[in-house]
């Protein structure tokens, strides 16, 4: 790989005095904006001229995109250097390349002839911004006012507090030693402990949230099997592979002189990278203010308040008051009016915390301030949606789109909820518009096969889907798209040998300890159901039901494949069950001709 120079030019300088440091002086090199979307700092950069979003990744060592980022950018791919492996979560990320971008844009400041790594699972954006850009100096990552600022110091080495922004305050910071950085280890690292066990941390904003390596639980004295550890379900990172979860309570986890007792945290069944046992993902970012200071080997945090570790996934909002306030917002200079885009990237950091009053207050105002704006009202919709103010959601996507027609994100928001109201028709329109707007090979196109298939467009789902895979093969959801199609096939009788093979596939590409697993046999089942092997049917049926008992998918189809062998009196005990359990889902089988 080449080395490139870049050269950043101040564009403003913080002067402080901190202790047995008067002639300590921080300068800013760079601001960037950030945005945060589904719990990822997302940077605005451009790409030979057409503008594109990257997550700002702390824990990548180098920049990187997905295949189908390049190929949306029309860039031209060589091999990457032989035996460079890249291993996240999910392990190793597959088919890698080299891309050289002509000119690279990062707020104001040009470089020539950048090289990405290609290759991975896709991630929001069109890939990452890794260490080979933000070690360019000290960070500064204030999350929660939407920035990360890239720093220089000088004559800092004996300044014993780097959060400057406490000074002249009384604000308490925190500081911990960081290991040594090299350009191929260049990860913030440091030690914290979870129930008194010593782990080692990697300050990671890529990581949607914070998690433990379920070996480091383990050694920390969690019981997967005692009361109050819950499965949560998968996650994924770069690899090609999903990651199991679970949540549970800990006693105690304390990172320097910061600790929280009786906590929940989210566990992960993976190794990071051999060393790393714990992330601390863009939630812990986000309830907190971080200067990274390099040279000194060194991280300074202060505390914004409300929880530290963001399990959302698994809460259900109930007000509008959830979450805590954020710190107080940055002075503007005298006289100058609010920047829309400062406000709405804080509202919607706020948003992320689930801080959501603030975040509805700062919405309202870049949507005051900024009325032609679709992306402000899109982003207030959301934050009505997880409050679950249907109505006001929905009124913020109309007025979104009736602004900017072809904003994919808000035609999809706003098919899933006239979706859940039953009103299919719209619903497909959305779909159908957000089809002609969005690029063939966006990873998006994975959701509208799953929104098509819940309208019952079964045969645009698939047009869905075979665009998706055709661009996303080394992908982690590779093995649900494989699902997908084999059961949208299986239902529409159709292709059924290549939907058997897909399942199959599917069954060998995910996990065994995989969630998707029942539902993976539950689509082979109907594919042999249609196939007239009725035997094998049943088989696959009876193993989603050892797991599932109630599972009215398995119940039905277990129950018609039983009263086609004859079974009468358990095939017609199946169908009762099954039509017990979901008399819609018996309803939509038999509407496409699966029937006793």
Same mark, same amino acid.
């Given at each position: 790989?080449?080395?490139?120079?870049?050269?950043?030019?101040?564009?403003?300088?913080?002067?402080?005095?901190?202790?047995?440091?008067?002639?300590?002086?921080?300068?800013?090199?760079?601001?960037?904006?950030?945005?945060?979307?589904?719990?990822?700092?997302?940077?605005?950069?451009?790409?030979?001229?057409?503008?594109?979003?990257?997550?700002?990744?702390?824990?990548?060592?180098?920049?990187?995109?997905?295949?189908?980022?390049?190929?949306?950018?029309?860039?031209?791919?060589?091999?990457?250097?032989?035996?460079?492996?890249?291993?996240?979560?999910?392990?190793?990320?597959?088919?890698?390349?080299?891309?050289?971008?002509?000119?690279?844009?990062?707020?104001?400041?040009?470089?020539?002839?950048?090289?990405?790594?290609?290759?991975?699972?896709?991630?929001?954006?069109?890939?990452?911004?890794?260490?080979?850009?933000?070690?360019?100096?000290?960070?500064?990552?204030?999350?929660?006012?939407?920035?990360?600022?890239?720093?220089?110091?000088?004559?800092?080495?004996?300044?014993?507090?780097?959060?400057?922004?406490?000074?002249?305050?009384?604000?308490?910071?925190?500081?911990?030693?960081?290991?040594?950085? !090299?350009?191929?280890?260049?990860?913030?690292?440091?030690?914290?402990?979870?129930?008194?066990?010593?782990?080692?941390?990697?300050?990671?904003?890529?990581?949607?949230?914070?998690?433990?390596?379920?070996?480091?639980?383990?050694?920390?004295?969690?019981?997967?099997?005692?009361?109050?550890?819950?499965?949560?379900?998968?996650?994924?990172?770069?690899?090609?592979?999903?990651?199991?979860?679970?949540?549970?309570?800990?006693?105690?986890?304390?990172?320097?002189?910061?600790?929280?007792?009786?906590?929940?945290?989210?566990?992960?069944? !993976?190794?990071?990278?051999?060393?790393?046992?714990?992330?601390?993902?863009?939630?812990?970012?986000?309830?907190?203010?971080?200067?990274?200071?390099?040279?000194?080997?060194?991280?300074?945090?202060?505390?914004?308040?409300?929880?530290?570790?963001?399990?959302?996934?698994?809460?259900?909002?109930?007000?509008?008051?959830?979450?805590?306030?954020?710190?107080?917002?940055?002075?503007?200079?005298?006289?100058?009016?609010?920047?829309?885009?400062?406000?709405?990237?804080?509202?919607?950091?706020?948003?992320?915390r689930r801080a959501f009053a603030p975040a509805l207050a700062d919405l309202d105002r870049a949507c005051e301030l900024a009325p032609s704006n679709a992306g402000y009202r899109y982003q207030r919709g959301l934050v009505h949606l997880q409050l679950q103010q249907r109505d006001l959601a929905l009124a913020d996507f109309n007025q979104a789109l009736a602004i900017d027609p072809d904003l994919v994100a808000a035609l999809l928001a706003r098919a899933s909820l006239r979706l859940a109201e039953g009103n299919s028709a719209e619903a497909v329109a959305d779909l159908d518009q957000a089809d002609r707007a969005a690029d063939k090979s966006a990873d998006i196109r994975l959701r509208m096969a799953v929104s098509y298939a819940e309208a019952d467009r079964l045969y645009k789902a698939l047009d869905e889907l075979e665009l998706w895979m055709a661009n996303h093969r080394e992908d982690a959801r590779f093995g649900e798209a494989l699902y997908q199609r084999c059961w949208v096939r299986a239902v529409v009788n159709?292709?059924?040998?290549?939907?058997?093979?897909?399942?199959?596939?599917?069954?060998?590409?995910?996990?065994?300890?995989?969630?998707?697993?029942?539902?993976?046999?539950?689509?082979?089942?109907?594919?042999?159901?249609?196939?007239?092997?009725?035997?094998?049917?049943?088989?696959?049926?009876?193993?989603?039901?050892?797991?599932?008992?109630?599972?009215?998918?398995?119940?039905?189809?277990?129950?018609?494949?039983?009263?086609?062998?004859?079974?009468?009196?358990?095939?017609?005990?199946?169908?009762?069950?099954?039509?017990?359990?979901?008399?819609?889902?018996?309803?939509?089988?038999?509407?496409?001709?699966?029937?006793?």
């Open positions: 790989m080449r080395a490139h120079v870049w050269r950043c030019w101040a564009l403003s300088l913080v002067l402080w005095v901190a202790p047995a440091a008067a002639n300590c002086k921080l300068s800013r090199l760079l601001e960037l904006p950030v945005t945060m979307v589904d719990m990822h700092p997302m940077v605005t950069a451009k790409i030979n001229g057409m503008e594109a979003q990257f997550i700002a990744d702390s824990g990548a060592f180098y920049s990187m995109m997905s295949p189908a980022g390049a190929e949306a950018l029309k860039l031209k791919t060589h091999a990457a250097p032989w035996g460079l492996e890249v291993k996240g979560l999910g392990g190793a990320a597959g088919g890698l390349s080299v891309a050289v971008v002509k000119d690279f844009a990062l707020q104001g400041l040009t470089v020539h002839d950048v090289e990405f790594l290609v290759g991975g699972s896709d991630v929001d954006g069109v890939g990452v911004i890794g260490q080979n850009v933000l070690r360019l100096g000290d960070v500064e990552y204030d999350l929660a006012h939407g920035v990360i600022r890239l720093m220089r110091e000088e004559g800092c080495s004996r300044a014993n507090n780097l959060a400057y922004w406490t000074s002249g305050t009384t604000q308490n910071f925190s500081m911990i030693d960081i290991g040594n950085t !090299t350009p191929l280890t260049p990860s913030t690292a440091a030690v914290a402990y979870v129930n008194g066990v010593k782990v080692r941390v990697m300050f990671d904003t890529g990581a949607f949230g914070s998690f433990l390596t379920k070996k480091a639980a383990l050694r920390a004295g969690i019981k997967f099997d005692a009361p109050g550890v819950v499965r949560e379900g998968e996650t994924r990172g770069v690899g090609k592979t999903t990651v199991s979860t679970w949540v549970a309570t800990i006693d105690s986890f304390k990172l320097a002189d910061e600790e929280i007792h009786n906590t929940k945290l989210r566990i992960g069944d !993976t190794d990071i990278d051999g060393e790393t046992e714990m992330l601390l993902g863009a939630d812990f970012f986000l309830s907190h203010h971080v200067f990274v200071a390099s040279k000194q080997r060194r991280l300074f945090f202060t505390y914004n308040g409300g929880p530290v570790f963001n399990l959302a996934s698994s809460t259900k909002v109930l007000s509008a008051t959830a979450g805590a306030e954020p710190p107080t917002e940055p002075p503007a200079a005298a006289g100058a009016a609010p920047d829309p885009a400062e406000v709405a990237r804080r509202g919607i950091a706020s948003a992320a159709d292709q059924l040998k290549g939907a058997l093979d897909d399942c199959n596939a599917a069954l060998k590409r995910v996990d065994r300890s995989s969630d998707h697993i029942p539902e993976i046999l539950d689509g082979r089942g109907l594919v042999r159901w249609r196939l007239g092997d009725y035997a094998n049917a049943v088989k696959d049926f009876d193993a989603v039901l050892k797991v599932k008992p109630e599972d009215a998918c398995a119940l039905y189809g277990r129950g018609i494949a039983r009263l086609r062998t004859g079974d009468t009196d358990l095939g017609q005990a199946d169908v009762a069950a099954a039509r017990s359990q979901s008399q819609s889902l018996v309803a939509n089988f038999e509407g496409h001709g699966i029937v006793p």
